[in-house]
């Protein structure tokens, strides 16, 4: 069960196709489920750890997994009706952004156990946290010049769309290369890294403060864009209307087999919907 109910938690970036996936960098940081891939926990922290989990997994399910079905019901009926626009996938964004906040906000509830975890332990979350950002910024070095970065989020997107389409046409492809490079033109005041490593410094601080920083805790979980500077938000924004074209255009020029397939995967997920909601409701 826990297999499906991971693969339905992400269900809020199913909804968007390859849009907002910026709150979902960090989903692994806040949320315990994966807690001891950066730090070891004692039996104690380990049994409080899996109630608060529990408790996640049942509100989850109750509250979110109904919500996420009915989304989920609007964009295939949409895809089947061949009614797809850019302002319905701003309103399914819109609604995938909301979750996230909720989803944040249950979280934050439990940022007391962070305080559970001792000097050394946190020090160790910390170092774990900043190695895998390391890892991410030698990722992004390795790309070289801008040339083969834009060639690669090209192939990139491409790939990311055949997963869930097939073979892509050629205007298919056509498509993808003038929405990276419009989106590309978009003056780039957004350096996610930047931003991540100013976060992370500001949770560094909060966490390893005697007594530890609560409520900047839980304001950093809450909003992590305050991190983000006004021409940042603007960059955001901007593009973000980019991706809402394209989208629907790609909609629109969807071969009969591709609309199928994708069809198939959302009755797949809806069906998996129920399956949850079944679960944690009997």
């Known amino acids: 069960m826990r297999r499906i109910y991971t693969a339905v938690l992400c269900l809020s970036a199913l909804l968007i196709g390859c849009t907002a996936q910026f709150g979902y960098r960090y989903l692994d940081t806040f949320i315990e489920w994966q807690l001891d891939d950066y730090v070891e926990l004692t039996d104690d922290q380990q049994t409080r750890a899996s109630r608060i ?3 996640l997994h049942q509100w989850h399910a109750t509250q979110q997994i109904p919500q996420y079905r009915m989304r ?3 964009l295939r009926q949409a895809l089947a009706e061949d009614t797809v626009d850019k302002e319905l996938i ?14 944040k906000d249950q979280i934050a509830a439990h940022t007391a156990f962070l305080n559970a975890l001792s000097v050394d332990q946190k020090q160790q979350l910390i170092t774990s946290m900043q190695e895998k950002l390391d890892e991410q910024r030698e990722e992004e070095a390795e790309e070289g010049d801008d040339l083969f970065a834009s060639y690669d989020r090209v192939k990139r997107r ?12 050629d205007e298919q492809r056509q498509l993808v290369k003038s929405w990276v490079s419009e989106s590309d033109a978009v003056p780039n005041e957004y350096d996610w890294l930047a ?17 530890m920083q609560a409520k900047v805790i839980k304001s950093l979980i809450t909003d992590p864009e305050q991190m983000l500077s006004e021409a940042q938000q603007d960059n ?29 995967q959302l009755d797949e997920y809806i069906e998996l919907c129920r399956d949850i909601e079944a679960h944690f409701g009997a």
């Open 158 to 169: 491409q790939e990311a769309l055949e997963e869930r389409l097939g073979s892509l046409t």
């Open 195 to 211: 931003y991540r490593q100013r976060w992370l410094d500001s949770f560094k601080q909060a966490l390893l403060a005697s007594p």
């Open 236 to 264: 955001r924004r901007a593009k973000s209307t980019i991706r809402h074209r394209y989208l629907a255009k790609l909609s629109g020029n969807l071969t009969q087999e591709q609309r199928e397939n994708l069809i198939e």
């Open 53 to 55: 989990i529990d408790e």
């Open 90 to 103: 701003a309103q399914l964004e819109s609604d995938a952004w909301y979750f996230w906040q909720q989803i």
């Open 72 to 74: 989920l019901q609007s």
